[in-house]
């Protein structure tokens, strides 16, 4: 644009770089004269990508009246103008007068080559970006990583956070004693336009440190030597920006202790930590605020303070993601009359959002695009399975399974895809990706069964994961039609390691339940919701009614009795927990009556003791009693030992409630005595425990009852079971009051209504 173009006319006569390309030539001028491409174009009349292909040599030597409208935006004179129109026509300059080949040092040795002071330290950088907005502890980061002697700092982070921008802003205002010159090369390493020759870096380079164009050395190691040594005395600020890979970088590195390099990628370059001592800095999106700090400054003040919680809403569903919100920015800035609102509901349909991210050529799919593209096939294949998972996070075993592929080829793959920043590891192996890029990779071809492979994934490791935690118990379920069986399952070692990974996978299990639900996938989505029971019974007042409540739609439309008397049972149980003891019962008696039908012992004994809780919180513990002792027979007769003793459990906890000391005793006892499970911790063991403790204080053995009662509590703290440690610290705190005690209960309480 005329205003951009420097103050009179000048000549690239004397100047202009000898048997270069008309591209090479023209991208010189145009950093000299210091536009952009976009400033360039417009005030030429010619498209960005038109003036692009001309500077990278991929069209053909343009009309002389474009050649004339570059010359003029660039604010040539006649000379340069003929000197640009011979460039167009024969494919290169007119070649400069130069010294007679002889006069001349064969392969000239760095120290022959001196070159010309410019007449002001060069200045090769863009303009600084414009509408910039906070980034203070980025921009504070920058600066301690430059200081010290030769510093490379690379600055990586996704597409579309900003890096180039930060650099830029941070170049224009903070360096400080970098007096002998700024130079910049955008190394195109996720572009479609192809990457710049180092060597023709490099002259551009030289050139702007005053070395004479028939002096630049032929070749990129000469070129690459030359201006290492003409940077050792020099302070220097070296800009590379979009690097692709260190190799792309180092023959660009300057030499010396004076020189500042800072490297923008998308990939996190670890080689040239490891070989130039580079200081990394991430790059993240923007928080809430200086994301709508941003929608400010290119929106105006006046329009998002007339709208704060739309443009709060707005920047999340950019995700914080700077390249985001300046596209949606930009719509709503060609659209006055459209309020924010109107763009956050618009943006709120998935299917649309990456749509309207995106203008022209440029948006979030765009850049997405150019940076998986980098990657490996096998990388790419996972990327796009990646996006059918139903859950926030993912570790390399749910990856193999999506991609039908192990868990160790899973893990290079999740390697290289946070290394190109499209996903981030939260905690030591588990990762995440950005709501943009999930939905980004949900748009990508996979294979039809993904879904399927995962949701098996998560019923195999549920289940191996219940064994663990819960030894001897029953299969809820046999498998699935057509189940897709991983390539490898996790193992767990003990109950410890199943309980974390139930802990960490609870919303992922439930997401799974739901995407399962939603695919009708209806075998999947009950047995998803079963194999969560250990959880379930370790927090039961986490509301998981709405879990159970889709699982039991799901075997009605399955058609599925055996699973519909399980999952009614354990929603009868949770409802009776949460006090909602009427609904509870309509659900125990159909379970009971399903599985007396089904002649299925198990489950009716199961359906007698969950109704014998609601009949016992209905006040009918007589009718608790007798419904437990049934329990126990069926049990007895399947010789289902585990279901005998859960049986036996709450008949005791059903005596001591009214007050049956003796019998409460003799019948904990007699579980505690049976030998099942012994050796191990688990919740009937703990419970027994707490009524034993409970009987033992009701028939004034003080000292034995406190004693039974810090063991359960001790053994539920163990096994992270705050129902039970709130429990048995409850009955303590009624027998003795104690401060050690009281804030043990108060800490456990404090959880579960955290939770609930």
Same mark, same amino acid.
């Given at each position: ?35 952009s ?36 935006a ?24 130069t ?6 040092p ?9 070159a ?9 950088l ?11 502890g ?8 430059s200081?010290?002697?030769a ?20 170049a ?39 070395v ?12 690459s ?19 692709r ?7 660009l ?7 500042v390099?800072?490297v ?21 999106v ?12 290119i ?43 109107v ?22 799919r ?55 920043h ?28 993904t ?40 193992e767990f070692?003990d ?5 974390a ?29 079963m ?34 008397a ?6 009868g ?18 379970a ?11 489950? /009716?004994a199961? $359906?007698?003791?969950? &109704? =014998?809780?609601a !009949? *016992?919180?209905? +006040?009918?513990?007589d #009718? %608790?009693? @007798? ?8 049990a007895?007769q ?5 279901? /005998?003793?859960? $049986?036996?459990?709450? &008949? =005791?906890?059903? !005596? *001591?409630d009214? +007050?049956?000391w003796? #019998? %409460?005793? @003799?019948?904990?006892?007699?579980a ?7 050796g ?25 009852? @406190? ?6 509590a001790?053994e ?13 610290l ?27």
């Amino acid at each position: 644009m005329a205003s951009s173009t420097p103050a009179g006319s000048f000549s690239i006569t004397s100047s202009a770089p000898a048997a270069v390309s008309f591209g090479v030539l023209l991208h010189g001028l145009r950093r000299r004269a210091g536009l952009s491409q976009e400033d360039l174009a417009h005030a030429a009349g010619v498209s960005v990508r038109t003036l692009s292909y001309l500077e990278q040599g991929r069209s053909r030597g343009p009309q002389r009246r474009t050649v004339q409208a570059l010359a003029k935006a660039l604010g040539l004179d006649a000379a340069g103008f003929r000197e640009l129109e011979e460039a167009a026509s024969l494919g290169r300059p007119r070649p400069a007068r130069t010294t007679p080949t002889a006069e001349l040092p064969a392969a000239a040795p760095e120290a022959t080559v001196t070159a010309s002071p410019p007449a002001s330290a060069p200045d090769l950088l863009p303009r600084a970006p414009r509408g910039f907005h906070g980034r203070a502890g980025e921009l504070a980061a920058l600066t301690r990583a430059s200081a010290g002697e030769a510093p490379v700092c690379l600055v990586v982070g996704p597409a579309g956070v900003g890096k180039t921008a930060l650099v830029l802003h941070w170049a224009r205002h903070d360096p400080a004693g970098l007096t002998d010159g700024r130079l910049y090369a955008d190394l195109r390493g996720f572009s479609d336009m192809g990457e710049p020759a180092a060597l023709d870096v490099l002259r551009e380079f030289l050139t702007a440190l005053g070395v004479p164009s028939e002096r630049i050395p032929e070749s990129e190691n000469a070129a690459s030597a030359l201006f290492r040594s003409l940077a050792a005395d020099r302070q220097l600020l070296v800009v590379l920006d979009n690097a692709r890979d260190a190799e792309q970088v180092r023959p660009l590195l300057p030499g010396g202790d004076r020189c500042v390099t800072v490297v923008t990628s998308r990939h996190r370059l670890a080689a040239l930590i490891v070989t130039d001592t580079a200081r990394p800095l991430a790059v993240d999106v923007l928080t809430p605020q200086d994301a709508t700090a941003l929608l400010a400054r290119i929106l105006g003040t006046d329009r998002i303070d007339a709208e704060p919680a739309a443009a709060l809403r707005l920047a999340g569903l950019c995700g914080g993601l700077p390249l985001a919100l300046r596209v949606a920015a930009a719509r709503l800035a060609g659209r006055p009359g459209w309020s924010l609102a109107v763009m956050a509901d618009e943006l709120s349909d998935e299917t649309r959002r990456l749509g309207l991210l995106d203008l022209e050529d440029t948006g979030v799919r765009a850049a997405l695009h150019l940076t998986l593209r980098q990657l490996a096939e096998p990388v790419r294949h996972l990327f796009a399975a990646l996006g059918r998972h139903p859950g926030s996070h993912v570790d390399r075993y749910a990856a193999a399974a999506l991609a039908a592929t192990d868990p160790v080829s899973a893990d290079t793959a999740l390697e290289h895809l946070t290394a190109a920043h499209l996903l981030t590891e939260t905690a030591p192996g588990r990762w995440q990706m950005h709501d943009l890029v999930r939905l980004y990779a949900r748009g990508l071809d996979a294979h039809p069964d993904t879904l399927t492979r995962v949701l098996d994934h998560y019923i195999t490791t549920a289940t191996a994961a219940v064994a663990a935690a819960e030894p001897g118990s029953e299969d809820c379920f046999p498998l699935p039609t057509g189940f897709l069986a991983p390539l490898a399952v996790r193992e767990f070692g003990d109950r410890g390691a199943a309980v974390a990974w139930f802990t960490a996978e609870r919303d992922n299990l439930t997401q799974a339940v739901a995407a399962a639900s939603a695919a009708r996938l209806h075998e999947r989505t009950w047995r998803l919701a079963m194999t969560m029971w250990p959880l379930i019974v370790w927090r039961v007042r986490d509301g998981w009614a709405p879990l159970l409540e889709t699982a039991l739609a799901a075997t009605r439309a399955g058609a599925d009795e055996h699973g519909e008397a399980r999952v009614l049972n354990m929603l009868g149980w949770v409802l009776t927990e949460e006090d909602r003891t009427p609904e509870a019962l309509v659900h125990l008696e159909a379970a009971h009556a399903l599985a007396a039908r089904a002649g299925d012992s198990f489950a /009716e004994a199961n $359906a007698l003791i969950v &109704l =014998a809780m609601a !009949q *016992a919180a209905l +006040g009918d513990l007589d #009718q %608790a009693a @007798t419904s437990c002792e049934r329990a126990a027979g069926l049990a007895r007769q399947s010789g289902d030992r585990r279901i /005998e003793r859960l $049986a036996t459990q709450h &008949l =005791a906890r059903h !005596q *001591a409630d009214a +007050g049956h000391w003796h #019998q %409460a005793l @003799t019948t904990a006892n007699q579980a505690l005595n049976s030998g099942y499970g012994s050796g191990t911790t688990d919740i009937p063991h703990i419970l027994l425990l707490i009524i034993k403790g409970e009987a033992l204080l009701g028939l004034g053995h003080h000292t034995d009852g @406190t004693t039974q009662l810090d063991l359960a509590a001790r053994e539920a703290e163990a096994a992270g079971y705050d129902d039970g440690t709130v429990r048995a610290l409850a009955a303590l705190l009624r027998a003795a009051p104690d401060p050690e005690i009281q804030a043990r209960y108060d800490t456990a309480l404090a959880r579960l209504t955290t939770r609930a």
